[in-house]
């Protein structure tokens, strides 16, 4: 990751301000990722060493962090893991409910005017869902950071 916003730096002649991370986390059963429940739980056990990696590697560079169509499950997951996130990191998450109207205007704004976000992290229509590739979605890339 480091890596590459040196890069987009450079050869842009801009300084990006730190990415954003987009954690879609719903369940959309057979238009969703594999073994949704499985992954969820995994992600929960290696949390606390995943975080010490983070939070030693990635404050500097993750600006924000958006944790989308958080579900009751989800969300008991977080706050059992939310002692083991050292404040800093804690400041940039962003947590959000199932519906596409809790984030759009704020993730929106993270990006600059016409840059492209995959329709599935601006709607909850089931098409969107169904279309994204791969299962669960992409992460947008090249956005420029607005002054």
């Not at 992290?121 to 090249?142: H, I, K, M, N, Q």
């Amino acid at each position: 990751m480091h890596e590459h916003l040196r890069n987009v730096m450079f050869e842009g002649r801009k300084v990006v301000r730190g990415c954003i991370q987009v954690l879609d986390i719903g369940d959309y059963g057979v238009h969703g990722v594999p073994n949704w429940w499985t992954r969820m739980m995994d992600g929960f056990r290696v949390g606390k060493p995943a975080f010490k990696i983070f939070d030693a590697n990635y404050p500097e560079t993750t600006r924000k962090v958006f944790i989308l169509r958080m579900g009751r499950w989800s969300t008991t997951i977080y706050n059992m893991a939310l002692p083991m996130i050292p404040e800093r990191t804690r400041k940039k998450i962003r947590m959000f409910g199932p519906c596409a109207a809790e984030w759009c205007g704020e993730l929106r704004s993270e990006f600059p005017d016409g840059a492209a976000i995959p329709r599935f992290l601006l709607s909850d229509d089931t098409e969107a869902v169904r279309c994204a590739r791969p299962p669960g979605g992409l992460v947008p890339v090249g956005g420029q950071v607005p002054d």
